[in-house]
Protein backbone atom coordinates (compact mmCIF):
# COMPACT_ATOMS: atom_id res chain seq x y z
CA UNK A 1 0.00 0.00 0.00
CA UNK A 2 1.31 3.44 -0.77
CA UNK A 3 0.45 6.69 0.07
CA UNK A 4 0.05 9.89 -1.93
CA UNK A 5 -1.29 13.29 -1.43
CA UNK A 6 -3.98 14.87 -2.45
CA UNK A 7 -2.82 17.54 -3.70
CA UNK A 8 -0.68 15.65 -5.79
CA UNK A 9 -3.63 13.92 -7.02
CA UNK A 10 -5.45 17.09 -7.89
CA UNK A 11 -2.48 19.08 -9.36
CA UNK A 12 -2.89 17.74 -13.33
CA UNK A 13 -6.81 18.08 -13.03
CA UNK A 14 -5.97 21.60 -11.87
CA UNK A 15 -3.88 22.46 -15.01
CA UNK A 16 -5.72 21.08 -16.80
CA UNK A 17 -8.96 23.00 -16.07
CA UNK A 18 -6.96 26.37 -15.94
CA UNK A 19 -5.65 25.80 -19.79
CA UNK A 20 -9.29 25.04 -20.45
CA UNK A 21 -10.53 28.08 -18.92
CA UNK A 22 -7.09 30.29 -20.33
CA UNK A 23 -8.33 28.78 -24.19
CA UNK A 24 -12.06 29.40 -23.66
CA UNK A 25 -11.41 32.87 -22.40
CA UNK A 26 -8.81 33.73 -25.29
CA UNK A 27 -11.59 31.72 -27.81
CA UNK A 28 -14.27 34.30 -26.94
CA UNK A 29 -12.20 37.36 -27.07
CA UNK A 30 -11.26 36.06 -30.74
CA UNK A 31 -14.93 35.77 -30.81
CA UNK A 32 -16.12 38.52 -29.81
CA UNK A 33 -13.32 40.67 -31.91
CA UNK A 34 -14.28 38.72 -35.09
CA UNK A 35 -17.80 39.28 -34.60
CA UNK A 36 -17.82 43.01 -33.52
CA UNK A 37 -15.01 43.41 -36.86
CA UNK A 38 -17.73 41.78 -39.15
CA UNK A 39 -20.40 43.16 -37.55
CA UNK A 40 -19.16 47.00 -38.19
CA UNK A 41 -18.03 45.63 -41.17
CA UNK A 42 -21.80 45.08 -42.35
CA UNK A 43 -23.15 47.91 -40.32
CA UNK A 44 -21.05 51.07 -40.89
CA UNK A 45 -21.86 50.46 -44.89
CA UNK A 46 -25.12 50.29 -44.55
CA UNK A 47 -25.05 53.36 -41.95
CA UNK A 48 -23.20 55.52 -44.92
CA UNK A 49 -25.77 54.27 -47.86
CA UNK A 50 -28.50 55.58 -45.07
CA UNK A 51 -26.67 58.84 -44.77
CA UNK A 52 -26.22 59.29 -48.47
CA UNK A 53 -30.22 58.80 -48.82
CA UNK A 54 -30.69 61.23 -46.50
CA UNK A 55 -28.39 63.74 -48.47
CA UNK A 56 -30.07 62.63 -51.88
CA UNK A 57 -33.69 63.77 -50.11
CA UNK A 58 -32.63 66.76 -49.46
CA UNK A 59 -31.34 67.25 -52.66
CA UNK A 60 -27.46 66.99 -52.75
CA UNK A 61 -26.77 64.07 -55.31
CA UNK A 62 -23.44 62.53 -53.34
CA UNK A 63 -21.74 59.75 -54.21
CA UNK A 64 -20.77 57.01 -51.52
CA UNK A 65 -17.02 55.79 -51.51
CA UNK A 66 -17.03 52.19 -51.95
CA UNK A 67 -13.65 51.58 -51.50
CA UNK A 68 -14.29 48.67 -53.67
CA UNK A 69 -16.29 47.11 -51.25
CA UNK A 70 -17.00 42.83 -52.71
CA UNK A 71 -20.35 41.27 -52.09
CA UNK A 72 -23.70 42.39 -51.88
CA UNK A 73 -23.25 45.50 -49.61
CA UNK A 74 -20.61 46.44 -52.22
CA UNK A 75 -23.20 45.84 -54.89
CA UNK A 76 -25.83 48.03 -53.38
CA UNK A 77 -23.41 51.22 -53.15
CA UNK A 78 -22.27 50.49 -56.55
CA UNK A 79 -26.39 50.25 -57.73
CA UNK A 80 -27.19 53.61 -55.45
CA UNK A 81 -24.04 55.29 -56.85
CA UNK A 82 -25.19 54.34 -60.52
CA UNK A 83 -28.72 55.35 -59.46
CA UNK A 84 -27.47 58.91 -58.08
CA UNK A 85 -25.27 59.47 -61.23
CA UNK A 86 -28.32 58.90 -63.39
CA UNK A 87 -30.72 61.23 -61.59
CA UNK A 88 -28.00 63.77 -61.30
CA UNK A 89 -27.34 63.84 -64.54
CA UNK A 90 -31.34 63.69 -65.82
CA UNK A 91 -32.58 66.78 -63.20
CA UNK A 92 -29.39 68.50 -64.95
CA UNK A 93 -30.67 68.14 -68.30
CA UNK A 94 -33.97 68.61 -67.20
CA UNK A 95 -33.19 71.93 -65.44
CA UNK A 96 -31.00 73.35 -68.13
CA UNK A 97 -33.85 72.11 -71.33
CA UNK A 98 -36.15 74.31 -68.82
CA UNK A 99 -33.66 76.75 -68.41
CA UNK A 100 -33.22 77.05 -71.78
CA UNK A 101 -37.00 76.86 -73.02
CA UNK A 102 -37.54 79.93 -70.37
CA UNK A 103 -34.98 81.88 -72.29
CA UNK A 104 -36.40 81.08 -75.34
CA UNK A 105 -39.75 82.26 -74.40
CA UNK A 106 -38.37 85.64 -72.68
CA UNK A 107 -36.56 86.66 -75.81
CA UNK A 108 -39.38 85.38 -77.73
CA UNK A 109 -41.80 87.77 -75.80
CA UNK A 110 -39.30 90.23 -75.50
CA UNK A 111 -38.81 90.63 -79.44
CA UNK A 112 -42.61 90.28 -79.70
CA UNK A 113 -43.61 93.36 -77.58
CA UNK A 114 -40.47 94.96 -79.13
CA UNK A 115 -41.77 94.51 -82.48
CA UNK A 116 -45.42 95.40 -81.19
CA UNK A 117 -44.06 98.45 -79.62
CA UNK A 118 -42.14 99.62 -83.12
CA UNK A 119 -45.30 98.60 -85.21
CA UNK A 120 -47.41 100.84 -83.05
CA UNK A 121 -45.57 103.67 -83.08
CA UNK A 122 -44.43 103.15 -86.58
CA UNK A 123 -48.61 103.38 -86.72
CA UNK A 124 -48.94 106.50 -84.91
CA UNK A 125 -46.04 108.34 -86.58
CA UNK A 126 -48.27 107.86 -90.03
CA UNK A 127 -50.59 110.94 -89.51
CA UNK A 128 -51.04 112.55 -93.06
CA UNK A 129 -48.24 114.60 -94.37
CA UNK A 130 -50.84 116.12 -96.84
CA UNK A 131 -53.03 116.59 -94.59
CA UNK A 132 -50.47 118.44 -92.62
CA UNK A 133 -49.28 120.61 -95.24
CA UNK A 134 -52.45 121.52 -96.57
CA UNK A 135 -53.87 123.36 -92.87
CA UNK A 136 -50.65 124.65 -92.68
CA UNK A 137 -51.09 126.37 -95.98
CA UNK A 138 -54.86 127.14 -95.43
CA UNK A 139 -53.72 128.72 -92.08
CA UNK A 140 -51.01 130.52 -93.67
CA UNK A 141 -53.22 131.69 -96.23
CA UNK A 142 -56.11 133.25 -93.56
CA UNK A 143 -52.86 135.00 -92.09
CA UNK A 144 -51.88 136.81 -94.84
CA UNK A 145 -55.63 138.02 -95.78
CA UNK A 146 -57.35 138.34 -92.70
CA UNK A 147 -57.53 138.95 -89.25
CA UNK A 148 -59.48 136.59 -87.69
CA UNK A 149 -60.86 133.94 -84.88
CA UNK A 150 -60.54 130.85 -87.81
CA UNK A 151 -56.57 131.30 -87.56
CA UNK A 152 -56.69 130.67 -83.41
CA UNK A 153 -59.64 127.89 -83.97
CA UNK A 154 -57.36 125.86 -86.72
CA UNK A 155 -53.89 126.23 -85.10
CA UNK A 156 -55.50 124.78 -81.80
CA UNK A 157 -57.66 122.25 -83.10
CA UNK A 158 -53.99 121.20 -84.84
CA UNK A 159 -52.23 121.76 -82.02
CA UNK A 160 -54.81 119.12 -80.46
CA UNK A 161 -54.17 116.49 -82.77
CA UNK A 162 -50.72 116.27 -83.15
CA UNK A 163 -50.27 116.32 -79.01
CA UNK A 164 -52.72 113.54 -79.05
CA UNK A 165 -51.19 111.17 -82.37
CA UNK A 166 -47.45 111.28 -80.99
CA UNK A 167 -48.00 109.85 -78.26
CA UNK A 168 -46.60 106.31 -78.75
CA UNK A 169 -47.37 104.13 -75.44
CA UNK A 170 -49.86 101.23 -76.09
CA UNK A 171 -52.27 103.01 -73.75
CA UNK A 172 -56.53 102.55 -74.10
CA UNK A 173 -58.03 105.64 -73.72
CA UNK A 174 -62.18 106.55 -73.48
CA UNK A 175 -64.39 107.20 -76.31
CA UNK A 176 -65.12 110.26 -75.61
CA UNK A 177 -61.43 110.93 -75.78
CA UNK A 178 -61.11 110.13 -79.41
CA UNK A 179 -64.14 112.25 -80.48
CA UNK A 180 -62.29 115.00 -79.04
CA UNK A 181 -59.83 114.00 -81.37
CA UNK A 182 -62.63 113.58 -84.44
CA UNK A 183 -64.17 117.31 -83.32
CA UNK A 184 -60.31 118.90 -83.81
CA UNK A 185 -60.18 117.38 -86.88
CA UNK A 186 -63.84 118.15 -88.00
CA UNK A 187 -63.27 122.21 -87.11
CA UNK A 188 -59.73 121.77 -89.27
CA UNK A 189 -61.76 120.14 -92.29
CA UNK A 190 -64.35 122.76 -92.21
CA UNK A 191 -61.82 125.46 -92.73
CA UNK A 192 -60.34 123.66 -95.58
CA UNK A 193 -63.36 123.07 -97.36
CA UNK A 194 -64.98 126.16 -96.79
CA UNK A 195 -68.22 124.22 -95.57
CA UNK A 196 -69.53 122.26 -92.76
CA UNK A 197 -68.95 118.63 -92.38
CA UNK A 198 -71.65 117.69 -89.97
CA UNK A 199 -71.43 114.38 -87.94
CA UNK A 200 -73.95 112.43 -86.58
CA UNK A 201 -72.78 110.77 -82.76
CA UNK A 202 -75.65 108.84 -81.43
CA UNK A 203 -73.28 106.99 -78.73
CA UNK A 204 -75.55 106.07 -75.35
CA UNK A 205 -73.50 108.09 -72.87
CA UNK A 206 -72.71 105.64 -70.29
CA UNK A 207 -70.91 104.06 -73.26
CA UNK A 208 -68.39 107.69 -73.52
CA UNK A 209 -66.38 106.01 -71.27
CA UNK A 210 -65.98 102.87 -73.03
CA UNK A 211 -61.90 101.66 -73.56
CA UNK A 212 -60.99 102.02 -77.11
CA UNK A 213 -57.14 102.48 -78.70
CA UNK A 214 -55.85 105.54 -79.24
CA UNK A 215 -56.42 106.96 -82.84
CA UNK A 216 -58.70 104.69 -84.42
CA UNK A 217 -62.00 106.51 -85.40
CA UNK A 218 -60.50 109.76 -86.75
CA UNK A 219 -58.56 107.79 -89.64
CA UNK A 220 -62.14 106.31 -89.85
CA UNK A 221 -63.56 109.34 -90.77
CA UNK A 222 -60.67 110.60 -92.85
CA UNK A 223 -61.34 108.07 -94.71
CA UNK A 224 -65.49 108.74 -94.99
CA UNK A 225 -64.84 112.13 -96.16
CA UNK A 226 -61.99 111.76 -98.97
CA UNK A 227 -63.49 108.70 -100.68
CA UNK A 228 -67.56 108.02 -99.39
CA UNK A 229 -68.67 111.71 -100.67
CA UNK A 230 -65.96 112.47 -103.40
CA UNK A 231 -67.84 114.98 -104.66
CA UNK A 232 -69.18 116.32 -101.32
CA UNK A 233 -71.86 116.17 -98.68
CA UNK A 234 -75.52 116.52 -99.98
CA UNK A 235 -78.66 116.88 -98.63
CA UNK A 236 -80.08 113.96 -96.85
CA UNK A 237 -75.99 112.71 -96.94
CA UNK A 238 -74.78 111.50 -93.10
CA UNK A 239 -71.63 110.53 -91.26
CA UNK A 240 -72.76 108.49 -87.64
CA UNK A 241 -71.24 107.60 -84.77
CA UNK A 242 -73.20 104.75 -83.05
CA UNK A 243 -71.52 102.67 -80.22
CA UNK A 244 -72.65 99.71 -78.76
CA UNK A 245 -71.84 96.48 -75.98
CA UNK A 246 -73.07 92.80 -76.67
CA UNK A 247 -71.83 90.54 -73.56
CA UNK A 248 -68.08 90.58 -73.30
CA UNK A 249 -67.88 92.74 -76.83
CA UNK A 250 -67.62 96.63 -77.08
CA UNK A 251 -68.47 97.91 -80.59
CA UNK A 252 -67.98 101.37 -82.67
CA UNK A 253 -69.88 101.93 -85.57
CA UNK A 254 -69.18 104.61 -88.11
CA UNK A 255 -71.40 104.38 -91.01
CA UNK A 256 -71.73 106.68 -94.17
CA UNK A 257 -74.94 106.69 -97.06
CA UNK A 258 -71.92 107.91 -99.51
CA UNK A 259 -70.44 106.38 -102.89
CA UNK A 260 -70.09 102.69 -100.70
CA UNK A 261 -67.92 99.96 -102.38
CA UNK A 262 -68.61 97.83 -105.36
CA UNK A 263 -68.40 93.37 -104.19
CA UNK A 264 -65.49 92.75 -105.57
CA UNK A 265 -63.25 95.71 -104.10
CA UNK A 266 -65.20 94.90 -100.49
CA UNK A 267 -63.79 90.89 -100.94
CA UNK A 268 -60.38 92.41 -101.93
CA UNK A 269 -60.78 94.76 -98.75
CA UNK A 270 -61.47 91.51 -96.44
CA UNK A 271 -58.73 89.48 -97.79
CA UNK A 272 -56.34 92.06 -97.07
CA UNK A 273 -58.20 92.44 -93.60
CA UNK A 274 -57.20 89.12 -92.83
CA UNK A 275 -53.59 89.26 -93.56
CA UNK A 276 -53.19 91.26 -90.43
CA UNK A 277 -50.23 92.76 -92.36
CA UNK A 278 -49.93 97.21 -92.04
CA UNK A 279 -51.13 99.13 -95.11
CA UNK A 280 -48.47 100.36 -97.58
CA UNK A 281 -47.16 103.40 -98.13
CA UNK A 282 -45.25 103.10 -101.49
CA UNK A 283 -46.52 103.25 -105.21
CA UNK A 284 -49.54 101.35 -105.31
CA UNK A 285 -50.72 101.54 -102.29
CA UNK A 286 -54.76 101.43 -102.79
CA UNK A 287 -56.47 104.24 -101.63
CA UNK A 288 -59.68 102.73 -100.94
CA UNK A 289 -58.10 100.81 -97.89
CA UNK A 290 -55.23 103.64 -97.59
CA UNK A 291 -55.73 107.32 -98.17
CA UNK A 292 -52.43 108.12 -97.25
CA UNK A 293 -53.16 108.49 -93.27
CA UNK A 294 -53.13 105.61 -90.90
CA UNK A 295 -55.53 103.78 -93.32
CA UNK A 296 -58.17 100.78 -92.12
CA UNK A 297 -55.55 98.40 -92.54
CA UNK A 298 -54.04 100.28 -90.00
CA UNK A 299 -56.68 101.03 -87.62
CA UNK A 300 -57.59 97.04 -88.01
CA UNK A 301 -53.89 95.67 -87.13
CA UNK A 302 -53.47 98.80 -84.02
CA UNK A 303 -56.72 97.06 -82.67
CA UNK A 304 -54.74 93.36 -82.40
CA UNK A 305 -51.65 94.16 -80.93
CA UNK A 306 -53.43 95.90 -78.14
CA UNK A 307 -56.10 93.69 -77.68
CA UNK A 308 -55.48 90.12 -80.07
CA UNK A 309 -55.97 88.48 -83.42
CA UNK A 310 -59.86 87.86 -82.31
CA UNK A 311 -60.57 91.57 -82.51
CA UNK A 312 -60.42 94.27 -85.20
CA UNK A 313 -62.09 96.01 -88.16
CA UNK A 314 -64.99 94.64 -89.86
CA UNK A 315 -66.22 96.33 -93.17
CA UNK A 316 -69.78 96.48 -94.66
CA UNK A 317 -70.94 98.37 -98.20
CA UNK A 318 -72.53 98.19 -101.09
CA UNK A 319 -72.05 100.21 -104.30
CA UNK A 320 -74.28 103.15 -103.76
CA UNK A 321 -75.54 102.21 -100.60
CA UNK A 322 -72.76 103.59 -98.34
CA UNK A 323 -70.19 102.15 -95.49
CA UNK A 324 -70.42 100.42 -92.42
CA UNK A 325 -67.27 99.68 -90.12
CA UNK A 326 -66.94 97.99 -87.22
CA UNK A 327 -64.13 98.47 -84.63
CA UNK A 328 -64.74 95.68 -82.19
CA UNK A 329 -62.67 95.47 -79.17
CA UNK A 330 -63.03 93.65 -75.69
CA UNK A 331 -65.91 95.30 -72.91
CA UNK A 332 -64.65 97.14 -70.16
CA UNK A 333 -65.34 95.24 -66.78
CA UNK A 334 -64.97 98.26 -64.62
CA UNK A 335 -67.72 99.65 -67.08
CA UNK A 336 -69.47 96.75 -67.02
CA UNK A 337 -70.11 96.71 -63.11
CA UNK A 338 -71.13 100.29 -62.99
Request: aromatic letters at 6%; a neutral charge.
Amino acid sequence: MASVPLNELQKPVITIRRATIMVGIATLVMTLLVAYRFGASIVKPVRTLMHGMRETEKGNWQRIDDNRRKGEIGVLIGRYNTMVSRLSEMIERVYQSELDQQKAMLELQQEALERSRAEFQALQLQMNPHFLYNTLETIKCYAVVQDSEEITEMVESLALMLRYAIQTNLEEITVANELKQVLAYMAILKHRMNREVEIEVVIPPPLLLEKMVRLTMQPLIENIVQHAFPNGMKDGSYIRIDARRDKDRFYVIVEDNGAGMPEERLNELREKLKLNRLAGNGPGSDPVYHSGGIGLMNVHRRIQLVYGEQFGLTIESAAGAGTTMIMTMPADAKQKRL
